[in-house]
Protein backbone atom coordinates (compact mmCIF):
# COMPACT_ATOMS: atom_id res chain seq x y z
CA UNK A 1 0.00 0.00 0.00
CA UNK A 2 0.98 3.64 -1.24
CA UNK A 3 0.47 6.47 1.13
CA UNK A 4 -0.75 8.13 -1.92
CA UNK A 5 -3.61 4.99 -2.39
CA UNK A 6 -4.76 5.39 1.51
CA UNK A 7 -8.83 5.70 1.48
CA UNK A 8 -11.07 5.62 4.16
CA UNK A 9 -14.29 3.99 4.31
CA UNK A 10 -16.14 5.82 7.38
CA UNK A 11 -19.38 3.71 8.33
CA UNK A 12 -21.80 5.32 10.62
CA UNK A 13 -25.32 4.03 11.82
CA UNK A 14 -27.76 5.77 13.75
CA UNK A 15 -28.73 4.81 16.68
CA UNK A 16 -26.76 1.79 16.98
CA UNK A 17 -25.91 -0.09 20.28
CA UNK A 18 -22.24 -0.64 21.26
CA UNK A 19 -23.66 -3.95 23.05
CA UNK A 20 -26.13 -5.39 20.12
CA UNK A 21 -23.17 -6.56 18.16
CA UNK A 22 -22.33 -10.59 18.56
CA UNK A 23 -18.62 -8.78 18.85
CA UNK A 24 -19.29 -7.40 22.26
CA UNK A 25 -21.24 -9.97 23.52
CA UNK A 26 -24.76 -9.99 22.52
CA UNK A 27 -26.12 -13.88 23.02
CA UNK A 28 -28.96 -14.10 20.73
CA UNK A 29 -27.80 -11.33 17.53
CA UNK A 30 -25.34 -12.96 15.21
CA UNK A 31 -23.22 -10.12 13.44
CA UNK A 32 -20.52 -11.92 11.30
CA UNK A 33 -19.20 -9.28 9.44
CA UNK A 34 -18.84 -6.52 12.40
CA UNK A 35 -17.48 -9.44 13.65
CA UNK A 36 -15.38 -10.06 11.09
CA UNK A 37 -14.02 -6.09 10.75
CA UNK A 38 -13.58 -6.30 14.64
CA UNK A 39 -10.73 -9.23 13.73
CA UNK A 40 -9.57 -6.89 10.99
CA UNK A 41 -8.36 -4.75 13.03
CA UNK A 42 -9.53 -3.30 16.64
CA UNK A 43 -12.24 -2.95 18.92
CA UNK A 44 -12.30 0.05 21.34
CA UNK A 45 -14.94 -0.75 24.23
CA UNK A 46 -14.72 2.84 25.75
CA UNK A 47 -15.92 5.31 23.03
CA UNK A 48 -18.53 7.61 24.13
CA UNK A 49 -19.75 10.02 22.11
CA UNK A 50 -20.01 13.73 22.77
CA UNK A 51 -23.76 14.10 22.88
CA UNK A 52 -26.24 11.64 23.07
CA UNK A 53 -28.37 13.75 20.37
CA UNK A 54 -27.97 12.96 16.44
CA UNK A 55 -27.45 16.57 15.34
CA UNK A 56 -25.15 17.58 17.95
CA UNK A 57 -23.21 14.40 18.17
CA UNK A 58 -22.08 14.25 14.24
CA UNK A 59 -21.31 17.43 14.23
CA UNK A 60 -18.26 16.97 16.72
CA UNK A 61 -17.81 13.71 14.67
CA UNK A 62 -17.13 15.52 12.15
CA UNK A 63 -15.12 18.94 13.36
CA UNK A 64 -13.31 16.55 16.31
CA UNK A 65 -14.35 19.34 18.66
CA UNK A 66 -16.94 19.07 21.65
CA UNK A 67 -20.67 20.86 21.11
CA UNK A 68 -19.17 23.27 23.96
CA UNK A 69 -16.63 24.37 21.63
CA UNK A 70 -18.64 24.41 17.71
CA UNK A 71 -22.06 25.29 19.39
CA UNK A 72 -24.34 22.85 17.68
CA UNK A 73 -26.02 21.85 20.23
CA UNK A 74 -29.28 20.11 19.20
CA UNK A 75 -30.59 18.93 16.06
CA UNK A 76 -31.62 22.04 13.75
CA UNK A 77 -28.98 24.47 15.47
CA UNK A 78 -26.50 25.58 12.46
CA UNK A 79 -23.25 24.93 12.55
CA UNK A 80 -21.85 28.24 12.42
CA UNK A 81 -19.96 29.59 9.31
CA UNK A 82 -16.43 29.08 9.67
CA UNK A 83 -16.09 26.20 11.66
CA UNK A 84 -13.40 23.76 10.21
CA UNK A 85 -14.69 20.68 9.31
CA UNK A 86 -13.10 17.39 8.27
CA UNK A 87 -13.28 17.76 4.62
CA UNK A 88 -10.98 21.27 5.16
CA UNK A 89 -8.84 19.00 6.99
CA UNK A 90 -8.64 16.40 4.62
CA UNK A 91 -8.60 18.35 1.59
CA UNK A 92 -5.08 20.26 2.52
CA UNK A 93 -3.74 16.95 2.65
CA UNK A 94 -4.88 15.59 -0.98
CA UNK A 95 -7.88 13.47 0.02
CA UNK A 96 -11.45 14.38 -1.19
CA UNK A 97 -14.09 13.77 1.16
CA UNK A 98 -17.36 12.60 -0.16
CA UNK A 99 -20.90 12.21 2.03
CA UNK A 100 -23.62 8.81 1.03
CA UNK A 101 -26.44 8.98 3.82
CA UNK A 102 -26.79 11.61 6.30
CA UNK A 103 -25.27 14.05 8.26
CA UNK A 104 -28.14 15.83 10.16
CA UNK A 105 -26.33 19.32 9.60
CA UNK A 106 -28.45 22.54 9.37
CA UNK A 107 -26.63 25.29 7.42
CA UNK A 108 -26.04 28.40 8.75
CA UNK A 109 -27.55 30.53 6.23
CA UNK A 110 -27.74 33.82 8.10
CA UNK A 111 -24.06 33.76 8.64
CA UNK A 112 -23.60 32.76 4.82
CA UNK A 113 -25.51 35.74 3.87
CA UNK A 114 -23.65 38.02 5.85
CA UNK A 115 -20.47 36.96 4.58
CA UNK A 116 -22.12 37.10 0.82
CA UNK A 117 -21.57 33.31 0.22
CA UNK A 118 -23.91 31.71 -2.53
CA UNK A 119 -25.69 28.17 -1.64
CA UNK A 120 -24.78 27.49 -5.49
CA UNK A 121 -20.93 28.24 -5.00
CA UNK A 122 -17.75 25.07 -4.39
CA UNK A 123 -17.71 26.90 -0.81
CA UNK A 124 -21.73 27.52 -0.22
CA UNK A 125 -22.54 23.57 -1.14
CA UNK A 126 -19.69 22.49 1.48
CA UNK A 127 -20.72 24.67 4.26
CA UNK A 128 -24.34 23.28 3.52
CA UNK A 129 -23.27 20.05 3.51
CA UNK A 130 -21.05 20.17 6.65
CA UNK A 131 -17.74 20.37 4.62
CA UNK A 132 -18.21 16.69 2.57
CA UNK A 133 -19.13 16.76 -1.38
CA UNK A 134 -22.09 15.57 -1.47
CA UNK A 135 -22.40 12.11 -3.50
CA UNK A 136 -25.68 11.78 -2.07
CA UNK A 137 -27.31 12.79 1.14
CA UNK A 138 -30.31 11.61 2.55
CA UNK A 139 -31.15 12.36 6.16
CA UNK A 140 -33.82 10.04 6.43
CA UNK A 141 -36.33 11.52 8.27
CA UNK A 142 -39.56 12.24 6.12
CA UNK A 143 -41.99 11.84 8.48
CA UNK A 144 -44.83 14.04 7.55
CA UNK A 145 -47.49 16.09 9.52
CA UNK A 146 -50.70 18.91 10.00
CA UNK A 147 -47.43 21.62 9.54
CA UNK A 148 -45.69 19.30 6.60
CA UNK A 149 -42.56 17.34 6.74
CA UNK A 150 -40.17 17.88 9.17
CA UNK A 151 -37.15 17.81 6.30
CA UNK A 152 -38.23 20.15 3.52
CA UNK A 153 -34.80 19.29 1.94
CA UNK A 154 -35.35 16.93 -1.72
CA UNK A 155 -35.17 12.76 -0.63
CA UNK A 156 -33.07 11.07 -3.40
CA UNK A 157 -34.44 7.73 -1.49
CA UNK A 158 -38.11 8.90 -2.15
CA UNK A 159 -37.51 9.80 -5.93
CA UNK A 160 -35.54 6.55 -6.09
CA UNK A 161 -38.89 4.94 -4.74
CA UNK A 162 -41.44 6.28 -7.08
CA UNK A 163 -38.46 5.64 -9.93
CA UNK A 164 -38.97 2.04 -8.79
CA UNK A 165 -42.57 2.20 -9.03
CA UNK A 166 -43.67 2.83 -5.07
CA UNK A 167 -46.44 5.31 -5.79
CA UNK A 168 -47.62 8.58 -3.69
CA UNK A 169 -46.08 11.65 -2.05
CA UNK A 170 -43.97 10.04 0.31
CA UNK A 171 -43.34 6.61 -0.60
CA UNK A 172 -40.25 6.36 2.88
CA UNK A 173 -43.38 6.58 5.00
CA UNK A 174 -46.34 4.45 2.91
CA UNK A 175 -43.50 1.71 1.80
CA UNK A 176 -40.25 1.43 3.57
CA UNK A 177 -41.31 2.47 7.31
CA UNK A 178 -45.06 1.24 7.26
CA UNK A 179 -46.89 -2.31 7.06
CA UNK A 180 -50.33 -3.37 5.85
CA UNK A 181 -52.84 -4.04 7.51
CA UNK A 182 -55.45 -7.00 6.86
CA UNK A 183 -57.79 -4.78 5.98
CA UNK A 184 -55.48 -3.12 3.16
CA UNK A 185 -54.49 -0.15 5.66
CA UNK A 186 -51.24 1.47 6.18
CA UNK A 187 -49.87 0.27 9.43
CA UNK A 188 -47.66 2.74 10.19
CA UNK A 189 -44.18 2.18 11.81
CA UNK A 190 -44.45 5.58 14.30
CA UNK A 191 -46.82 2.75 16.34
CA UNK A 192 -44.92 0.85 17.58
CA UNK A 193 -47.56 -2.04 17.78
CA UNK A 194 -47.00 -2.46 14.28
CA UNK A 195 -43.15 -3.49 15.13
CA UNK A 196 -43.69 -7.22 13.94
CA UNK A 197 -44.70 -6.67 10.69
CA UNK A 198 -43.00 -7.03 7.41
CA UNK A 199 -42.41 -3.53 5.71
CA UNK A 200 -44.36 -2.80 2.43
CA UNK A 201 -41.27 -2.94 0.34
CA UNK A 202 -38.97 -5.09 -1.36
CA UNK A 203 -36.31 -5.74 0.94
CA UNK A 204 -33.86 -4.64 -1.91
CA UNK A 205 -35.44 -1.37 -1.82
CA UNK A 206 -35.22 -0.79 1.44
CA UNK A 207 -33.21 2.10 2.92
CA UNK A 208 -29.94 0.25 4.17
CA UNK A 209 -29.46 -1.70 0.93
CA UNK A 210 -30.14 1.34 -1.32
CA UNK A 211 -27.45 3.14 0.59
CA UNK A 212 -25.34 0.24 -0.04
CA UNK A 213 -25.67 0.15 -3.81
CA UNK A 214 -25.00 3.85 -3.57
CA UNK A 215 -21.86 3.41 -1.85
CA UNK A 216 -20.61 0.79 -3.97
CA UNK A 217 -21.43 3.26 -7.70
CA UNK A 218 -19.47 5.80 -5.51
CA UNK A 219 -15.77 3.82 -5.36
CA UNK A 220 -16.58 1.85 -8.15
CA UNK A 221 -16.37 5.61 -9.91
CA UNK A 222 -12.73 6.38 -8.08
CA UNK A 223 -9.97 5.86 -10.51
CA UNK A 224 -6.25 6.99 -10.53
CA UNK A 225 -4.41 7.64 -7.29
CA UNK A 226 -6.92 10.32 -5.67
CA UNK A 227 -7.21 9.27 -1.94
CA UNK A 228 -10.69 9.46 -1.11
CA UNK A 229 -12.40 9.17 2.76
CA UNK A 230 -16.31 7.90 2.13
CA UNK A 231 -18.62 8.93 4.62
CA UNK A 232 -21.24 5.96 4.49
CA UNK A 233 -24.04 7.20 6.86
CA UNK A 234 -26.54 4.59 7.53
CA UNK A 235 -30.13 5.95 9.27
CA UNK A 236 -30.74 2.67 10.60
CA UNK A 237 -31.80 0.95 12.99
CA UNK A 238 -32.90 4.68 13.85
CA UNK A 239 -36.51 4.65 14.14
CA UNK A 240 -39.45 4.05 12.92
CA UNK A 241 -39.11 0.41 14.38
CA UNK A 242 -40.18 -1.71 11.27
CA UNK A 243 -38.31 -4.27 8.75
CA UNK A 244 -38.88 -5.89 5.41
CA UNK A 245 -39.37 -9.40 4.95
CA UNK A 246 -37.28 -11.91 5.32
CA UNK A 247 -35.52 -10.02 8.48
CA UNK A 248 -39.33 -8.92 9.88
CA UNK A 249 -39.65 -12.41 11.94
CA UNK A 250 -36.41 -13.17 12.56
CA UNK A 251 -36.16 -12.95 16.03
CA UNK A 252 -38.89 -12.95 18.92
CA UNK A 253 -39.72 -12.01 22.85
CA UNK A 254 -37.50 -15.00 23.49
CA UNK A 255 -34.54 -13.15 21.94
CA UNK A 256 -34.17 -10.29 23.78
CA UNK A 257 -31.41 -9.38 26.06
CA UNK A 258 -32.72 -9.13 29.79
CA UNK A 259 -34.13 -5.72 30.98
CA UNK A 260 -31.54 -3.42 32.98
CA UNK A 261 -33.43 -1.33 35.07
CA UNK A 262 -34.22 -2.13 38.89
CA UNK A 263 -37.11 -0.29 40.87
CA UNK A 264 -34.65 1.24 42.75
CA UNK A 265 -33.54 3.70 40.24
CA UNK A 266 -37.49 5.13 40.80
CA UNK A 267 -36.79 6.01 44.12
CA UNK A 268 -36.35 9.75 44.70
CA UNK A 269 -34.82 9.86 41.18
CA UNK A 270 -32.63 13.03 39.80
CA UNK A 271 -35.56 15.23 38.49
CA UNK A 272 -33.97 15.32 34.76
CA UNK A 273 -33.77 11.85 35.63
CA UNK A 274 -37.43 11.26 36.52
CA UNK A 275 -38.51 13.91 33.38
CA UNK A 276 -37.03 11.33 30.49
CA UNK A 277 -38.57 7.81 32.52
CA UNK A 278 -41.85 9.72 32.42
CA UNK A 279 -42.13 11.16 29.07
CA UNK A 280 -44.63 9.81 26.39
CA UNK A 281 -41.36 7.59 24.88
CA UNK A 282 -40.34 6.30 28.61
CA UNK A 283 -43.38 5.38 29.55
CA UNK A 284 -44.28 3.43 25.97
CA UNK A 285 -40.89 1.61 27.12
CA UNK A 286 -42.26 0.75 30.17
CA UNK A 287 -44.95 -1.54 28.65
CA UNK A 288 -44.08 -5.25 27.96
CA UNK A 289 -45.91 -5.59 24.54
CA UNK A 290 -43.97 -2.62 23.29
CA UNK A 291 -40.48 -4.08 23.89
CA UNK A 292 -41.83 -7.49 22.78
CA UNK A 293 -41.91 -6.11 19.20
CA UNK A 294 -39.59 -3.59 19.29
CA UNK A 295 -36.60 -4.92 20.02
CA UNK A 296 -36.55 -7.98 18.13
CA UNK A 297 -38.07 -5.43 15.10
CA UNK A 298 -34.34 -3.40 16.32
CA UNK A 299 -32.24 -6.48 16.30
CA UNK A 300 -33.78 -7.39 12.84
CA UNK A 301 -32.39 -3.98 11.40
CA UNK A 302 -28.86 -4.71 13.15
CA UNK A 303 -28.80 -8.15 10.74
CA UNK A 304 -30.09 -6.41 8.23
CA UNK A 305 -27.22 -3.47 8.30
CA UNK A 306 -24.51 -6.48 9.48
CA UNK A 307 -25.86 -8.45 5.67
CA UNK A 308 -25.31 -5.02 3.74
CA UNK A 309 -22.06 -4.66 5.45
CA UNK A 310 -21.20 -8.10 4.51
CA UNK A 311 -22.14 -7.08 0.64
CA UNK A 312 -19.86 -4.06 1.15
CA UNK A 313 -16.79 -6.14 2.44
CA UNK A 314 -17.63 -8.62 -0.63
CA UNK A 315 -16.91 -6.02 -3.20
CA UNK A 316 -14.06 -4.37 -0.94
CA UNK A 317 -12.48 -7.55 -1.37
CA UNK A 318 -13.25 -8.77 -5.31
CA UNK A 319 -11.92 -5.51 -6.34
CA UNK A 320 -8.90 -5.48 -4.41
CA UNK A 321 -10.13 -2.38 -2.22
CA UNK A 322 -9.43 -3.60 1.30
CA UNK A 323 -5.31 -3.93 1.03
CA UNK A 324 -5.55 -0.07 0.66
CA UNK A 325 -9.07 1.09 2.18
CA UNK A 326 -9.03 1.71 6.45
CA UNK A 327 -12.61 0.92 7.62
CA UNK A 328 -14.22 2.80 10.42
CA UNK A 329 -17.30 1.42 12.14
CA UNK A 330 -19.80 3.57 14.71
CA UNK A 331 -22.80 5.28 15.95
CA UNK A 332 -24.01 8.71 16.56
CA UNK A 333 -25.36 7.10 20.02
CA UNK A 334 -27.27 4.48 20.99
CA UNK A 335 -31.04 3.57 22.03
CA UNK A 336 -32.34 3.17 25.64
CA UNK A 337 -35.04 0.52 24.33
CA UNK A 338 -36.54 0.65 28.00
CA UNK A 339 -33.46 0.00 29.53
CA UNK A 340 -33.44 2.11 32.92
CA UNK A 341 -37.37 3.07 32.32
CA UNK A 342 -36.59 5.23 29.69
CA UNK A 343 -36.57 5.24 25.57
CA UNK A 344 -34.72 6.89 22.90
CA UNK A 345 -31.10 8.43 24.24
CA UNK A 346 -31.69 11.86 26.18
CA UNK A 347 -28.69 10.74 29.18
CA UNK A 348 -25.62 9.39 29.48
CA UNK A 349 -26.21 5.80 30.25
CA UNK A 350 -23.86 3.61 28.39
CA UNK A 351 -26.61 1.85 26.28
CA UNK A 352 -27.20 5.83 24.86
CA UNK A 353 -23.32 7.73 25.44
CA UNK A 354 -20.86 4.58 24.44
CA UNK A 355 -21.28 3.39 20.73
CA UNK A 356 -19.90 1.10 18.68
CA UNK A 357 -15.71 1.78 17.70
CA UNK A 358 -14.30 -0.75 15.05
CA UNK A 359 -11.27 0.12 12.96
CA UNK A 360 -9.75 -1.72 10.28
CA UNK A 361 -6.17 0.06 9.20
CA UNK A 362 -5.06 -2.46 6.31
CA UNK A 363 -1.02 -0.46 6.58
CA UNK A 364 1.70 -3.39 8.04
CA UNK A 365 1.89 -1.44 11.17
CA UNK A 366 -1.15 -2.76 11.98
CA UNK A 367 -0.81 -6.50 11.88
CA UNK A 368 0.26 -6.80 15.76
CA UNK A 369 -3.20 -5.14 16.40
CA UNK A 370 -5.46 -7.22 14.71
CA UNK A 371 -8.68 -8.46 16.31
CA UNK A 372 -7.62 -6.86 20.01
CA UNK A 373 -9.92 -5.11 21.83
CA UNK A 374 -8.62 -1.47 23.32
CA UNK A 375 -10.22 -0.52 26.47
CA UNK A 376 -8.54 3.09 27.28
CA UNK A 377 -11.33 5.96 27.09
CA UNK A 378 -11.77 7.14 23.53
CA UNK A 379 -14.56 10.20 22.07
CA UNK A 380 -15.90 10.48 19.02
CA UNK A 381 -13.63 13.21 18.27
CA UNK A 382 -10.74 11.12 17.91
CA UNK A 383 -11.61 9.80 14.36
CA UNK A 384 -11.07 13.29 12.71
CA UNK A 385 -7.99 13.43 14.00
CA UNK A 386 -6.97 9.75 12.94
CA UNK A 387 -7.96 10.24 9.72
CA UNK A 388 -5.75 13.05 9.61
CA UNK A 389 -2.94 11.34 10.72
CA UNK A 390 -3.76 8.47 8.50
CA UNK A 391 -3.92 11.04 5.43
CA UNK A 392 -0.53 11.92 6.24
CA UNK A 393 -1.10 15.36 7.78
CA UNK A 394 -0.30 17.00 11.58
CA UNK A 395 -3.15 17.01 13.65
CA UNK A 396 -3.99 20.99 14.31
CA UNK A 397 -4.37 20.99 17.80
CA UNK A 398 -5.75 24.31 18.55
CA UNK A 399 -8.36 23.27 16.55
CA UNK A 400 -9.09 19.68 16.66
CA UNK A 401 -9.89 18.40 19.81
CA UNK A 402 -9.45 15.02 19.46
CA UNK A 403 -6.32 12.53 19.72
CA UNK A 404 -5.22 10.32 17.03
CA UNK A 405 -6.29 6.35 17.36
CA UNK A 406 -3.28 5.31 15.24
CA UNK A 407 -0.93 4.77 18.41
CA UNK A 408 -3.10 2.15 19.32
CA UNK A 409 -3.94 0.50 15.90
CA UNK A 410 0.23 0.06 16.04
CA UNK A 411 0.32 -1.50 19.47
CA UNK A 412 1.44 1.68 21.18
CA UNK A 413 -0.23 3.46 24.08
CA UNK A 414 0.81 7.41 24.28
CA UNK A 415 2.01 8.05 28.14
CA UNK A 416 -0.09 10.93 28.37
CA UNK A 417 -3.52 9.54 26.82
CA UNK A 418 -6.89 11.08 28.64
CA UNK A 419 -8.27 9.81 32.40
CA UNK A 420 -11.52 11.09 31.71
CA UNK A 421 -14.30 11.17 28.86
CA UNK A 422 -16.58 14.55 27.87
CA UNK A 423 -20.02 14.46 26.75
CA UNK A 424 -22.68 17.07 26.73
CA UNK A 425 -26.60 17.35 26.15
CA UNK A 426 -28.98 20.33 25.62
CA UNK A 427 -32.56 19.95 27.01
CA UNK A 428 -33.83 23.34 26.17
CA UNK A 429 -36.13 22.73 23.83
CA UNK A 430 -37.74 19.61 25.09
CA UNK A 431 -41.05 19.49 27.10
CA UNK A 432 -38.87 18.91 30.00
CA UNK A 433 -37.33 22.32 30.25
CA UNK A 434 -40.89 23.08 30.31
CA UNK A 435 -41.58 20.81 33.07
CA UNK A 436 -39.36 21.78 35.11
CA UNK A 437 -39.53 25.23 34.36
CA UNK A 438 -36.02 25.90 33.31
CA UNK A 439 -34.70 28.69 31.07
CA UNK A 440 -32.69 27.66 27.50
CA UNK A 441 -29.25 28.73 29.24
CA UNK A 442 -29.84 26.56 32.16
CA UNK A 443 -31.18 23.45 30.41
CA UNK A 444 -27.16 21.87 30.43
CA UNK A 445 -25.73 18.78 31.28
CA UNK A 446 -22.85 17.57 31.38
CA UNK A 447 -21.12 13.46 31.50
CA UNK A 448 -17.57 13.36 33.07
CA UNK A 449 -16.75 9.64 33.10
CA UNK A 450 -13.61 7.60 34.23
CA UNK A 451 -13.03 4.12 34.32
CA UNK A 452 -14.53 3.97 37.61
CA UNK A 453 -16.81 6.24 38.33
CA UNK A 454 -19.03 8.13 35.86
CA UNK A 455 -20.82 11.75 37.20
CA UNK A 456 -23.53 13.85 35.17
CA UNK A 457 -24.12 17.57 35.67
CA UNK A 458 -27.12 19.24 35.64
CA UNK A 459 -26.93 22.79 35.21
CA UNK A 460 -29.51 24.96 37.42
CA UNK A 461 -28.91 24.45 40.76
CA UNK A 462 -29.59 20.82 40.26
CA UNK A 463 -27.74 17.71 42.07
CA UNK A 464 -25.25 15.66 40.22
CA UNK A 465 -26.11 11.98 39.38
CA UNK A 466 -23.14 9.84 40.35
CA UNK A 467 -22.41 6.10 39.65
CA UNK A 468 -19.53 3.48 40.59
CA UNK A 469 -19.24 1.87 37.10
CA UNK A 470 -17.01 -1.16 39.11
CA UNK A 471 -19.29 -2.01 41.43
CA UNK A 472 -22.52 -0.73 39.47
CA UNK A 473 -21.43 -1.94 35.81
CA UNK A 474 -25.23 -1.45 35.41
CA UNK A 475 -25.43 1.84 36.69
CA UNK A 476 -28.69 1.29 38.57
CA UNK A 477 -27.81 2.98 41.71
CA UNK A 478 -27.45 6.71 41.52
CA UNK A 479 -25.54 8.28 44.39
CA UNK A 480 -25.24 11.99 43.63
CA UNK A 481 -26.77 12.22 47.01
CA UNK A 482 -24.38 10.58 48.97
CA UNK A 483 -22.22 12.22 51.51
CA UNK A 484 -20.00 9.51 51.45
CA UNK A 485 -18.85 9.63 48.04
CA UNK A 486 -18.34 13.37 48.33
CA UNK A 487 -14.49 13.30 47.55
CA UNK A 488 -15.35 11.55 44.06
CA UNK A 489 -18.37 13.89 43.07
CA UNK A 490 -15.53 16.69 44.47
CA UNK A 491 -12.52 15.07 41.84
CA UNK A 492 -15.62 15.33 38.55
CA UNK A 493 -16.14 18.49 39.22
CA UNK A 494 -12.60 19.56 39.11
CA UNK A 495 -12.13 17.73 35.78
CA UNK A 496 -15.04 18.96 34.63
CA UNK A 497 -13.90 22.62 35.67
CA UNK A 498 -10.12 21.40 34.19
CA UNK A 499 -12.47 20.55 30.63
CA UNK A 500 -14.04 24.14 30.44
CA UNK A 501 -10.63 25.89 30.71
CA UNK A 502 -9.23 24.50 28.26
CA UNK A 503 -8.21 26.46 25.39
CA UNK A 504 -10.84 25.92 21.99
CA UNK A 505 -11.88 28.96 20.45
CA UNK A 506 -7.97 30.14 19.48
CA UNK A 507 -8.31 28.23 16.16
CA UNK A 508 -6.28 30.88 14.43
CA UNK A 509 -2.91 30.17 16.15
CA UNK A 510 -1.43 27.13 16.73
CA UNK A 511 1.25 26.68 19.59
CA UNK A 512 3.84 26.81 17.26
CA UNK A 513 2.58 30.24 15.97
CA UNK A 514 2.33 31.39 19.71
CA UNK A 515 6.01 30.80 20.27
CA UNK A 516 7.23 31.79 17.40
CA UNK A 517 6.11 35.60 17.82
CA UNK A 518 8.04 36.06 21.04
CA UNK A 519 10.29 38.41 20.77
CA UNK A 520 9.56 38.99 17.05
CA UNK A 521 8.25 42.64 18.12
CA UNK A 522 11.81 43.89 18.86
CA UNK A 523 12.64 42.89 15.36
CA UNK A 524 10.00 45.30 13.80
CA UNK A 525 10.79 48.33 16.03
CA UNK A 526 9.03 48.13 19.18
CA UNK A 527 11.64 48.81 22.01
CA UNK A 528 9.91 48.53 25.85
CA UNK A 529 11.45 49.30 28.70
CA UNK A 530 15.09 50.31 27.68
CA UNK A 531 17.02 53.21 29.22
CA UNK A 532 20.36 53.71 27.54
CA UNK A 533 20.50 50.93 24.41
CA UNK A 534 22.91 48.42 26.39
CA UNK A 535 19.96 46.33 27.41
CA UNK A 536 19.66 45.09 23.71
CA UNK A 537 22.03 43.40 20.46
CA UNK A 538 22.74 46.72 19.24
CA UNK A 539 21.54 45.75 15.38
CA UNK A 540 17.80 46.47 17.27
CA UNK A 541 19.03 50.04 17.54
CA UNK A 542 19.99 50.53 13.97
CA UNK A 543 16.87 52.55 12.30
CA UNK A 544 16.92 54.42 15.72
CA UNK A 545 20.65 55.87 15.59
CA UNK A 546 22.94 58.23 13.26
CA UNK A 547 22.75 61.97 12.63
CA UNK A 548 19.46 63.50 13.04
CA UNK A 549 17.33 65.14 10.12
CA UNK A 550 16.56 68.68 9.95
CA UNK A 551 13.11 69.76 8.67
CA UNK A 552 13.17 71.24 5.01
CA UNK A 553 11.93 75.30 5.20
Known amino acids: MTDAKKNILFIMYDQLRFDY???????????????????????????????????ASRMSFYTGRYCHSHGAQWNGHPLRVGEHTLGDHLRKLGMGCHLIGKTHMRADKDGMERLG?????????????????SYIRDDGLWAQGPDGFYDERRSPYNEYLKSKGYEGQNPWHHFANSGVTDDGEIASGFLMQNADMPANIQEE?????????????????????????????????????????????????????PLNRADGELNDPHPVYEGFTSNGIGKAFHRQEV???????????????????????????????????????????????????MGEKDLFHDCSAKVPLIIYDPSPDADATRGTTCDELVEAIDCTATFIEYAGGTVPDHIVEGRSLLPFLHGEKPDDWRDFAISEYDYGATALATKLGM???????????????????????????????????????????????????????????????????????SEDDIRNMRGRSNRRGVLLGLYDGTEVDAELLVKYQGKAPRASD
Not at 118 to 132: A, D, K, N, P
Not at 235 to 249: E, M, N, R, S
Not at 459 to 478: A, H, I, S, Y
Open 291 to 341: RDVVIPAYMSLIKQCDDQLGRLLKFLEDTDRLQDTMIVITSDHGDYLGDHW
Open 117 to 133: MSESSEIGLRQSECGFD
Open 439 to 509: EPRDCRLFMVADKNWKMMHAEGGLRPMLFDLKNDPKEQNDLGASDAHQDVVDLMYQRLGQWARRMSQRVTK
Open 205 to 257: DSETPWLTSRTIDFISEQSGDQPWLAHVSYIKPHWPYIVPAPYHDKYGCDDIQ
Open 21 to 55: LSCAGHKTLHTPNFDRVAQMGVRFTRCYVQSPVCG
